[in-house]
């Protein structure tokens, strides 16, 4: 999936995966690196000066609970299918 400009991702993997592939190296776009755990207790932070949100985490799963998540705090989301991979795949 292509990812649109003036989108933010929101990077649900752990820090030992974000360090070792940061996806500010696989897209120019924004990256924010936010916790399932802050997002299903609404402590995420993020609101709609972001722009849209597109969630991603390592493989797929659970970037659609958390985008779900974040719909329901009235933010536009939506998960990026595949994970890390599949963007890995898109960009290069």
């Known amino acids: 999936m292509p990812l649109p400009d003036g989108v933010t991702l929101i990077d649900l993997r752990p ?24 997002i299903e207790g609404g402590t995420h932070g ?16 659970r970037s659609g609970l958390a985008a779900r ?13 595949g994970g890390v991979p599949a963007l890995r795949r898109e960009t290069s």
Not at 46 to 61: D, H, K, M, S, T
Not at 70 to 81: H, T, V
């Open 46 to 61: 993020l609101g709609p000066e972001l722009g849209p949100l597109v969630v991603i985490c390592e493989r797929g799963a």
């Open 15 to 38: 820090a030992e995966l974000r360090f070792r592939e940061p996806l500010e190296r696989l897209t120019a776009l924004p990256v924010r690196a936010v916790a399932l755990g802050a």
């Open 69 to 81: 998540f974040l719909q329901a705090d009235g933010l536009d989301a939506a998960a990026y299918p």
